[in-house]
Every structure is written in structure tokens, then in C-alpha cells.
């Protein structure tokens, strides 16, 4: 018992929800995890007599699932939101100089280039927010930018994020980490009711419209495993 209480609620229940997911047999993950042998089957014996317990109310405690690089994602982030201002700054100033210089109509159509130069940096910005999950939703935390709070039944469909490199394309990369160590990407989007223009901006990037948009990676997001197993056990199943 002294063993056990030295894992945390929040660590036993992102264990159980990659058990749950059914990718890796609970001895590997309690191989990989470097967990007593037999521990993860007590959890889930002791989580199933909790929700069979009447009036018992088993939730989900919170879990965090920061950038996977926190020092990258903040330059990144405030670095498209410096160039953002400075492309919508600059556009009615160009759409000025072509007004008031003869011969300076050339000025309209850079206005228009800058202003279409933001849609990528949106997608920059929003596409891959910090995340928080706990039993009733998923907290979006971007760097730049309001918080802001999803309830489980917003999420109308949970899709593979369309936006990721295919293996084919990362040569580079997987000689770089070596073969063994490389991992494809992977991610899910979430599409999402009551999502502000932006994400609808990453929605249209990604194919689904202008529906809002977010996603989670193996390549931005601590923990990924988790949090997809977490995911799809609490979202909507895609229609």
C-alpha cells in the first residue's frame, strides 16, 4: 500500500487510460513505466469497485498536457503575433501610399498579400494550444490569447489532425534521431462548437470548413498517449 500511494491520482488515471486504449498490453506499459508487476490491474480493480459503488461519482482529476517544448512554443508564438500586427499595420499604410504616389498601384495588391500572410500565422497560433482535460472538458491555454473552456459535448468530431508530415517526408528527421528512436507523427483534431475565428481559420486549413478547429500531437503535446486515450474515451464518437 505504501507503494502505491506514492503515484499520484492524476498519474494512475493517465495510466489507466492508456491501458484502456489497448495499443500496448498492460505489461509493457508497466515495463515501459517501470511499475511493479500487477499494479496497473489492482488500479483498474479498485477504479471499477468506485464506479460500481453507489452515489460513489468517480471523476476524472484534471491533467496537464504542456507544450513538449515550452521555450520553442513561446518564441514561435510570440513571433507570429509580432508579425501579425506588423502585416495588418502595414496594409492600410501601402493602400495610403498607392492612393497619394502616382504610379503606386502596385502598393494594393502587397496590402492584400500581407493581410493573407496572416491566415498561416493564425494557424501557427491556434492550431496546437497547451491543454488541460479533466471529467467535464478540455481547457485550451495558448501562449497569446484568451483561455478558453470546451465541455465534452461541444465536441462534435474527433478526426486524424490532416495538417501532419507523412513519414515519407521526414527523411531528414528520422536520420537525424536515428531509426529506432523515430516516431511518425500523430495527432487528433477536435472539431469543436463555439470556437472563435481563429480556430476557424485552422478548420479551413485542415479541410473541415470553417468549423473550429484545434489539435493535439505527439509532436507539441506532453503525454500525447494519454491524452488521446482520454480523448476518445470522453468524446463524441465521429458521426
Known amino acids: 500500500m505504501g507503494r502505491d500511494k506514492q503515484y499520484t491520482d492524476e498519474f494512475k488515471q493517465d495510466v489507466l487510460a492508456m491501458a484502456a486504449e489497448g495499443t500496448r498490453t498492460i505489461t509493457q506499459i508497466e515495463h515501459d513505466l517501470g511499475l511493479p508487476p500487477g499494479l496497473i490491474s489492482k488500479w483498474q ?7 460500481q459503488r453507489p452515489g460513489s461519482g468517480a471523476r476524472m482529476p484534471a491533467s496537464s ?13 510570440y513571433g507570429a503575433a509580432a508579425a501579425i500586427v506588423v502585416l495588418i499595420v502595414s496594409a492600410p499604410l501601402q493602400v495610403g501610399i498607392a492612393l497619394a504616389a502616382p504610379g503606386a498601384g502596385m502598393f494594393v495588391v502587397t496590402a492584400i498579400l500581407s493581410l493573407l500572410l496572416t491566415l498561416p500565422l493564425f494557424l501557427l497560433l491556434r ?20 483561455t478558453l473552456r470546451i ?5 462534435h468530431d474527433v478526426k486524424p489532425y490532416s495538417l501532419l508530415p507523412p513519414p515519407d517526408s521526414e527523411t531528414v528527421r528520422r536520420a537525424a534521431v536515428g531509426r529506432k528512436k523515430y516516431r511518425a507523427a500523430e495527432g487528433l483534431m477536435l472539431c469543436c462548437a463555439g470556437l472563435p475565428w ?17 489539435a493535439v500531437t505527439n509532436r507539441s503535446h506532453a ?3 494519454a491524452l488521446k486515450a482520454r480523448i476518445e474515451k470522453r468524446s463524441r464518437p465521429p458521426a
Not at 65 to 77: D, F, G, T
Request: net charge neutral; hydrophobic share 30%; glycine share 10%.
Open 45 to 51: 480493480q479498485r477504479h471499477r469497485t468506485q464506479e
Open 65 to 77: 498536457h504542456p507544450p513538449l517544448n515550452p521555450r520553442a512554443y513561446a518564441v514561435s508564438q
Open 127 to 146: 492550431a496546437t494550444p497547451p491543454v488541460v482535460t479533466d471529467d467535464t472538458g478540455i481547457t485550451l491555454s495558448p501562449r497569446v490569447g484568451k
Open 151 to 155: 465541455a465534452w459535448d461541444d465536441v
Open 198 to 214: 481563429p480556430y476557424r481559420i485552422v478548420g479551413w486549413f485542415a479541410g473541415e470548413g470553417f468549423r473550429g478547429v484545434f
Open 223 to 225: 503525454g500525447y498517449d
